[in-house]
């Protein structure tokens, strides 16, 4: 890694930032050699809370922080830029739709997306988490054609980890033996968690598959699908905001696999620009399992699709082909 590194993070005074931003500084995500300016972006009527937050990051007096800059210019903002992190957009309240949140967030990761071509470091790694964070993430692509496909994703590591917390509560197990879930397809309530292929360390040296851990096919394919499927709407209802510590969390972990890698035979879910595998059309972002090696990710191939999971891929497929008209249609792209 260069000597220094541009970290953009856009709703940098919103709540996922105010634990994203000290997980960055800490070292969790680049590592702890690895010097970090951050670049902050938000709205004009939110740079008095951005202030703030810079006083707290001063205090912290983390040794990796080498500069930071408050702005809401985005051509600013994204220059030169190594990663960003593209969080700021408006989040859902109880009530509200997807399909509104489309309408008001595509303009954003238009514009966004034009700024990174525009700008950014041809090499920038772009990570979406604003919703509907697959679609918002195409439009950024699709706006950045000088900027390589693959260097375009969106967060569906938080899905991951509800389904790997979920299976280590069930099976009474520390969530570190679990392994190798999948979220396919889109952040939403579509997606299809499935640990058919995943397992857990039982022992020293000894592991075995979740569906035998588990022992509970109905539940595997009912409760457990639709309590992730269904989480962040159920942290909304209950704490009236998004899911914020836990997006943080993810989205740490999402950059440093990224950046860094993953273990050895180790399944980590990213939304990525779909090549046909599993026959998801190419021209979406759709999560798959993928691999990281020298910061570059590989679909997982040739995992075996049943007919109950190529239903549930369809369905998650289906929407993101709407979200992906419905959002075009508003842009005129
Ligand atoms: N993909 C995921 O797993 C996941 C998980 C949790 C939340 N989210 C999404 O992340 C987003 C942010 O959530 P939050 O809780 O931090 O929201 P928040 O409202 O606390 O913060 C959003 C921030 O973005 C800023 N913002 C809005 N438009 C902007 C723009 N054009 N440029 C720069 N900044 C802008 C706002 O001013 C605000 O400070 C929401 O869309 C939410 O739904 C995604
Ligand atoms: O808006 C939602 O229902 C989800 C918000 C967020 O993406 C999450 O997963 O916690």
Same mark, same amino acid.
């Given at each position: 890694?260069?000597?220094?590194?541009?970290?953009?993070?856009?709703?940098?005074?919103?709540?996922?930032?105010?634990?994203?931003?000290?997980?960055?500084?800490?070292? +969790?995500?680049?590592?702890? +050699?690895?010097?970090?300016?951050?670049?902050?972006?938000?709205?004009?009527?939110?740079?008095?809370?951005?202030?703030?937050?810079?006083?707290?990051?001063?205090?912290?007096?983390?040794?990796?922080?080498?500069?930071?800059?408050?702005?809401?210019?985005?051509?600013?903002?994204?220059?030169?830029?190594?990663?960003?992190?593209?969080?700021?957009?408006?989040?859902?309240?109880?009530?509200?739709?997807?399909?509104?949140?489309?309408?008001?967030?595509?303009?954003?990761?238009?514009?966004?997306?034009?700024?990174?071509? +525009?700008?950014?470091?041809?090499?920038?790694?772009?990570?979406?988490?604003?919703?509907?964070?697959?679609?918002?993430?195409?439009?950024?692509?699709?706006?950045?054609?000088?900027?390589?496909?693959?260097?375009?994703?969106?967060?569906?590591?938080?899905?991951?980890?509800?389904?790997?917390?979920?299976?280590?509560?069930?099976?009474?197990?520390?969530?570190?033996?679990?392994?190798?879930?999948?979220?396919?397809?889109?952040?939403?309530?579509?997606?299809?968690?499935?640990?058919?292929?995943?397992?857990?360390?039982?022992?020293?040296?000894?592991?075995?598959?979740?569906?035998?851990?588990?022992?509970?096919?109905?539940?595997?394919?009912?409760?457990?699908?639709?309590?992730?499927?269904?989480?962040?709407?159920?942290?909304?209802?209950?704490?009236?905001?998004?899911?914020?510590?836990?997006?943080?969390?993810?989205?740490?972990?999402?950059?440093?696999?990224?950046?860094?890698?993953?273990?050895?035979?180790?399944?980590?879910?990213?939304?990525?620009?779909?090549?046909?595998?599993?026959?998801?059309?190419?021209?979406?972002?759709?999560?798959?399992?993928?691999?990281?090696?020298?910061?570059?990710?590989?679909?997982?191939?040739?995992?075996?699709?049943?007919?109950?999971?190529?239903?549930?891929?369809?369905?998650?497929?289906?929407?993101?082909?709407?979200?992906?008209?419905?959002?075009?249609?508003?842009?005129?792209?």
């Amino acid at each position: 890694m260069s000597d220094e590194i541009n970290v953009v993070i856009t709703g940098a005074a919103g709540q996922i930032a105010y634990s994203l931003i000290f997980n960055i500084i800490k070292g +969790d995500m680049f590592g702890l +050699d690895q010097k970090i300016r951050l670049v902050l972006l938000d709205l004009p009527a939110f740079m008095e809370n951005l202030k703030g937050v810079i006083m707290e990051i001063e205090d912290c007096a983390y040794p990796l922080v080498t500069g930071i800059i408050a702005t809401t210019d985005v051509n600013e903002a994204f220059t030169n830029a190594h990663y960003a992190i593209l969080v700021g957009a408006m989040p859902r309240k109880e009530g509200m739709e997807r399909s509104d949140l489309l309408k008001a967030n595509a303009a954003i990761f238009k514009v966004q997306g034009k700024a990174i071509n +525009d700008h950014a470091n041809k090499n920038i790694k772009v990570l979406v988490v604003g919703n509907p964070a697959n679609t918002n993430c195409l439009i950024a692509m699709l706006s950045a054609g000088n900027i390589p496909k693959e260097n375009f994703s969106c967060l569906t590591r938080l899905d991951h980890n509800r389904a790997k917390s979920q299976i280590a509560l069930k099976a009474g197990v520390n969530v570190k033996d679990v392994h190798n879930v999948i979220i396919w397809g889109n952040h939403s309530t579509t997606q299809y968690p499935d640990v058919r292929c995943g397992y857990v360390n039982v022992s020293a040296g000894v592991k075995s598959t979740i569906p035998n851990i588990i022992k509970n096919e109905a539940w595997l394919q009912g409760e457990f699908i639709s309590t992730v499927q269904k989480r962040g709407g159920a942290v909304i209802a209950a704490r009236k905001f998004s899911s914020a510590a836990s997006a943080a969390k993810a989205i740490t972990d999402h950059m440093r696999d990224w950046v860094l890698g993953t273990p050895e035979g180790e399944y980590v879910s990213m939304g990525v620009h779909s090549d046909g595998s599993y026959g998801i059309p190419a021209g979406l972002i759709f999560s798959f399992p993928v691999t990281i090696k020298s910061g570059k990710y590989t679909i997982v191939q040739g995992l075996p699709i049943d007919t109950f999971s190529r239903e549930k891929l369809d369905i998650t497929l289906k929407e993101l082909q709407e979200e992906k008209d419905l959002a075009l249609s508003f842009l005129e792209m």
